[in-house]
């Protein structure tokens, strides 16, 4: 290579840097829509930027270079979800609700739907990043998926997401009237999401953290929707109604009363807690990430995350000791 060139590619390298950095965390979002995974999405973006750098010599500022990033973003998802099977959660595997004392069974095999830190995002419309909404958009074919997503979630013209994918308004707008149908059909809503938690929900929660410190079955119970759905992929089973998730914890969770404290996060713009587990050595290790969903003072939905590495992207300690803990677990709490 002459200096001359090498000269140039630094130039348009510093040129390329300065100009897409701003949209990272943004495209991360828009790769997790598309495929479910956190892990799939940093991977994603990188390969994004990385073909985004290669032609950013011939890019003529025909379109903004947020549109063109995110052209690049959807086609890079759509390569990379070819031949690949959905990420669903336990309720949407098409099987019938389970009992809380029969033998939970894990497939590792599946590639199961994870959750994202609200720390990884910039997210304007919480609503289209919770995890009934990324979920419902796996049941999705990838091309309506991805139309779906520039047109609802971006905003983009059928004109524009025409040109990104190759194909014609007339297709677009066919593709996303399938997709609509679908989601109607699962019946997903597009309510909005609170930016905040009420002082009433904050309360309810910090309930719902000290009955699990304390085990109180019945105080669970009691902050549960009457209708309320438990799901914790790897494990296939998903349990409808809060006695029968009462009987769930209370028969097939390991932990005691003071064994379980909880680590409040945020996820999928939803609050989530770390459960940390007691072991022997007096320590406390991460059992599951708890994604809550809530229905005014109520929990309707909780997602339990199993996995490793699942506490360090969201920030959590990996190890509590007993002086680690917070003020409010103490043994006579």
Known sequence: MST????????????????ANGFRRELIAHCYRMTGSMHDAEDLVQETYLRAWRAYHNFEGRSSVRTWLYRIATNVCLTNLEGKDRRPLPTGLGTTDADPGAELIADHE?????????????????????????AALQHLPARQRA???????????????????????????????RAHAQMAEA????????????????????????????????????M?????????????????????????????????????PMLSTVANGQPAYGLYMAQPDGTFT???????????????????????????????????TADDLPERFTTGG
């Open 4 to 19: 001359s060139q090498a000269m140039t590619d630094e130039t348009v390298g510093g040129d390329f840097q300065e100009v």
């Open 110 to 134: 599946i590639p199961w739907l994870e959750p994202i830190p609200d720390a990884a995002l910039v997210v304007e419309e919480r609503d289209t990043i919770r995890l009934a909404f990324i």
């Open 147 to 177: 139309v779906l997503i520039l047109r609802d979630v971006l905003r983009w013209s059928a004109k524009e997401v025409a040109a990104a994918l190759e194909t014609t308004p007339a297709a677009v707008n066919s593709a996303l009237q």
């Open 187 to 222: 019946g997903l809503t597009r309510e909005s999401t609170p930016d905040r938690l009420t002082v009433e929900q904050q309360a309810m929660l910090d309930s719902y953290v000290d009955a699990f410190w304390r085990k109180d079955i019945d105080a669970i119970v009691g």
């Open 224 to 260: 549960l929707k009457r209708d309320a759905v438990w799901e914790m992929p790897p494990f296939t089973g998903w349990y409808v109604g809060n006695t029968t998730i009462g009987r769930l914890i209370d028969t097939q969770c390991p932990g005691g009363t003071h064994d379980m």
């Open 286 to 320: 991460p059992f599951q990430l708890q994604v809550l969903t809530l229905a005014g003072t109520e929990v309707a939905k909780v997602a339990a995350f199993f996995g490793e590495g699942m506490f360090e992207r969201f920030g959590l300690p990996t190890v509590l």
